[in-house]
């Protein structure tokens, strides 16, 4: 439904306040729709068009149940897209419809400028469209049941990206190869390229000596034979990879691109959870307080500001940390409490009236949000002071009495617990490193261990859906109870056995 | 709505899945406590897409608040709260709602169990009145003012006779406007099941665990082709009484067990209240099999055969294993009253024979 004139002209009045204050959204367009196309839409991802999937209705089923037992309402939502699609929800009373308008554009400004959307496809309201397209097809020509359980496949997988690969340069695999290929002369030391030192004859043992010049050729040897290995380094854009080598056929390579596509596209969504929710609350936040709130409005704004930003022990809010934060920074620019003399000063009286007065807030949170992710954001402006005042600990199970616990509250340990569930988005880091091994045409893969155990039902489930793309045997190591552990399927059983685990990278 | 055949999908899935896993819920007992007015919570293994992932026991998380390192947060069986950063998704097993009919219908496929064909005429239950139209006849206490105006005023107008000074509007014969109804009957066939249960010292608690999940089955199979449906629980040792649900499950005696008592309460309950011409009877007796005396066994077949065959529209005996009945009464049934084709014998032995045990029951469609 397009937006009702009076809600089209305090959209208006939003974003120019927003430009005011220094945000850049792109054209965003709003739609009005009623609950029930609100979790529709909030079950397809915010696109109103997906490819028919089972998850999609699971979705549906559990957010139309909290929604009509009173225990969840979605007051908006909005697309990674240029222009940005935004959604209010019908019979929101008018605070809250500017709030999400507010709240709305500081999402759009940060799709736009934050360096990690930058390679996102910001026509991506067409291209699920054309997604969905693609695969009806694929289901009225080949079965929705056959279609669909390979879309099972593919999603079980959709998590083994590598979340940078879209910044990488693409190397030319074919140039690296000629090189090394054709150098064909007999000198063995030569064919490994080992670099010898000139020496005149007699001195020849002592500028290149014997060993120091085997020990050359080893490491070459290596990492020639390295070379011949596919993939020729860990890989851990695995979804790529299993494109490259799988025995797929067309219309399968197809749907798995596709669900790789869409895994890229949301990434940054989850590497920039914190941040960018605490931008759209920092920025509808002060839109509202020092702009556009009239003083009947402030006791319902009151209301669902503190909803938003609300805590319990055990759980974790992106909205409240991230806004604090942005707040925090900006507090400490403006005041100059930055830099190597703020670090080391320890006199409490002087902490507390440190005021430089430069002024520099605004410029900083702004470069801020283009620069950083939720782990550089976190490794950089979480301070003890920060941890203490907002009360942050860290908790676990407790075993012996099953039940879980405040563990600690020392900073260290706050920052150490956050980043590693903030790293790889929070998903375990896996590396596709032979499409051979054993010699038998079997793929193995490796979990890059950071004391984190992966849970094992769940990996051999996903082993035996990558048993189906790669149709042979399945490996992966990993280290389960502080011993290393090779999981394998092999089409029928699974079995585990002890390993060297040797870390790589 | 797209989201409609999604849905659709996610629900046969869930079917597919409780159809697949039902001979396991069937020998547990756990969906009982989950059993709602109208709705049952089944927990679902692994509908959900499998991922590598970080098992959750290990990691905890951060979180912000009062308290002292060591305070508690909550059981461990569910990671506390949800949303955690990084968004990774609580642990949580998924629970599938179906309605007692989806259930029962799952149920009916998986047991391939045959509709029941309601005994004798249905009673017409109840009747309800709707007003659903409007028609040009009826009597004038129906007539629908508004409607007989508005096409009054519309021919006055039509006709040029409207006065905007002396707005007469005078409706006649065409313009009347009545309401009509409609009558829905429900046609409701009425049915009544009667628990009869064996509450001596050789039952056990594991025996008596295996009547509750059996009884819950039933119920939700007869709930399904009864409207109207009546429980009535019986115990009995030598002498038996009639209880209400809980004490149905509850009580056990000590003492030993004439199986007579039971059928004769019951026969005297259905005489009472529940005359067989207007009701379906189903009566289900359960036991260990191990009656007082070979006298006591013969008045149980003489009052089956002559009082309660005749009036019920089955008549189940199961036969729970324990370690200190005989079991010798399903075998002298089995004996004498072969011939009676509403009597329908089943043992027993354990939970997991619970599924055939059900199917046996109810696979006749009486």
Not at chain 1, 27 to 41: D, L, Q, S, W
């Amino acid at each position: 439904m397009a937006l009702p004139k009076h809600l089209a002209e305090l959209a208006g009045e939003i974003l120019e306040k927003a430009r005011k204050f220094g945000l850049d959204p792109f054209k965003t367009i709003f739609e009005v729709v009623n609950y029930e196309v609100m979790n529709e839409i909030a079950s397809y991802g915010g696109f109103p068009t997906r490819y028919p999937h089972w998850r999609f209705g699971m979705e549906y089923e559990r957010l139309s149940k909290s929604h009509s037992y009173g225990l969840s309402k979605i007051y908006e939502m909005v697309i990674n897209n240029d222009p940005t699609f935004a959604y209010l929800l019908e019979g929101n009373n008018l605070v809250d419809q500017k709030t999400v308008m507010g709240h709305v554009y500081a999402h759009s400004d940060f799709f736009h400028h934050n360096l990690f959307f930058s390679h996102t496809d910001r026509g991506m309201m067409n291209e699920m469209a054309n997604h969905a397209a693609r695969i009806r097809s694929y289901a009225e020509r080949f079965g929705v049941e056959k279609v669909e359980s390979f879309i099972d496949i593919c999603l079980s997988l959709d998590n083994l990206i590598d979340i940078h690969s879209p910044f990488r340069v693409k190397k030319r695999r074919g140039k690296e190869e000629e090189q090394s290929g054709s150098d064909g002369e007999s000198d063995p030391d030569k064919v490994v390229g080992i670099h010898k030192l000139r020496s005149k004859e007699y001195m020849e043992e002592y500028i290149n000596p014997r060993e120091f010049i085997d020990q050359q050729r080893q490491k070459l040897l290596k990492e020639q034979e390295q070379q011949r290995r596919i993939p020729a380094r860990p890989e851990q854009d695995v979804l790529q990879f299993l494109l490259d080598h799988a025995p797929l056929e067309r219309w399968q390579a197809d749907i798995l691109s596709i669900v790789r596509e869409e895994a890229f596209y949301f990434a940054p969504q989850m590497q920039t959870k914190i941040m960018n929710e605490g931008w759209a609350t920092y920025w509808h936040s002060r839109i509202m307080t020092e702009k556009a709130l009239k003083s009947s409005e402030v006791v319902d704004y009151a209301e669902s500001y503190s909803k938003v930003v609300a805590t319990a022990p055990g759980q974790f809010n992106p909205y409240k940390i991230g806004v604090e934060l942005f707040r925090d920074i900006f507090d400490r620019w403006n005041k100059g409490r930055f830099g190597k003399e703020w670090e080391e000063c320890e006199d409490i009286a002087r902490r507390e009236a440190w005021d430089l007065k430069l002024g520099q807030g605004n410029d900083k949170i702004f470069l801020v949000r283009k620069l950083y992710n939720d782990v550089t954001f976190i490794d950089e402006f979480l301070t003890e002071d920060f941890c203490r005042r907002h009360k942050l600990f860290t908790f676990a199970l407790n075993r012996r009495k099953n039940q879980w616990e405040i563990e600690s509250r020392e900073f260290q340990q706050i920052k150490e617990k956050l980043l590693f569930a903030l790293t790889n988005f929070g998903q375990p880091t896996i590396f596709v490193i032979d499409a051979n091994f054993e010699n038998r045409a079997e793929l193995l893969l490796h979990h890059k261990h950071q004391g984190v155990d992966l849970q094992t039902d769940y990996s051999k489930a996903v082993l035996e859906n990558l048993y189906q793309i790669w149709t042979r045997p399945v490996n992966i190591q990993t280290v389960t109870d502080q011993k290393g552990t090779m999981l394998r399927f092999d089409g029928t059983e699974h079995s585990e056995r002890s390993i060297d685990y040797e870390p790589i990278r | 709505m797209k989201i409609q055949q999604d849905h659709a999908r996610y629900k046969r899935i869930v079917r597919g899945k409780i159809r697949q896993n039902l001979r396991r819920y069937m020998s547990r007992g756990d969906l009982i406590a989950r059993k709602g007015k109208d709705l049952v919570t089944i927990p679902i293994p692994q509908i959900e897409i499998p991922r590598f992932r970080f098992g959750m026991k290990n990691t905890g998380g951060v979180s912000q608040g009062d308290g002292e390192p060591g305070d508690s947060l909550g059981p461990g069986e569910q990671q506390p709260g949800s949303g955690q950063a990084g968004d990774q998704p609580g642990e949580h097993q998924l629970e599938a709602e179906v309605t007692i009919e989806e259930l029962a219908e799952i149920m009916a496929e998986e047991l391939e169990l045959p509709r029941i064909q309601p005994r004798g005429k249905e009673l017409i239950e109840s009747a309800k009145e709707r007003y659903t139209g409007i028609s040009p006849v009826g009597p004038d206490s129906l007539r629908h003012f508004k409607r007989t105006y508005r096409r009054a005023l519309k021919r006055t107008i039509a006709s040029g006779t409207y006065n905007l000074d002396d707005p007469v509007v005078i409706p006649v014969r065409q313009d009347m406007r009545y309401r009509t109804w409609r009558i829905d009957t429900q046609p409701r066939s009425n049915a009544v099941i009667i628990y009869m249960m064996d509450v001596s010292g050789s039952m056990g608690e594991e025996q008596k665990e295996i009547v509750r999940i059996e009884s819950f089955w039933i119920d939700t199979w007869l709930q399904s082709q009864y409207k109207g449906i009546e429980s009535v629980y019986i115990i009995h040792d030598a002498t038996a009484r009639r209880v209400d649900r809980e004490t149905f499950f509850r009580t056990r005696e000590s003492g030993g067990t004439m199986i007579s008592s039971a059928y004769k309460l019951c026969e005297r309950i259905l005489e009472e209240e529940y005359p067989a011409e207007e009701w379906n009877v189903y009566p289900f007796h359960f036991s260990d099999g191990d009656n007082w005396s070979v006298d006591d066994t013969q008045e149980c077949i003489r009052l089956l055969r002559e009082q309660l065959l005749p009036a019920v529209n089955m008549f189940g005996y199961g036969q729970v294993e324990s370690p200190y009945g005989s079991g010798q009464f399903i075998r002298d049934l089995r004996k004498t009253l072969d011939e009676a084709e509403n009597l329908i014998l089943s043992e027993i032995p354990n939970r997991d024979s619970i599924y055939d045990s059900i199917r046996t029951f109810l696979k006749k469609g009486m």
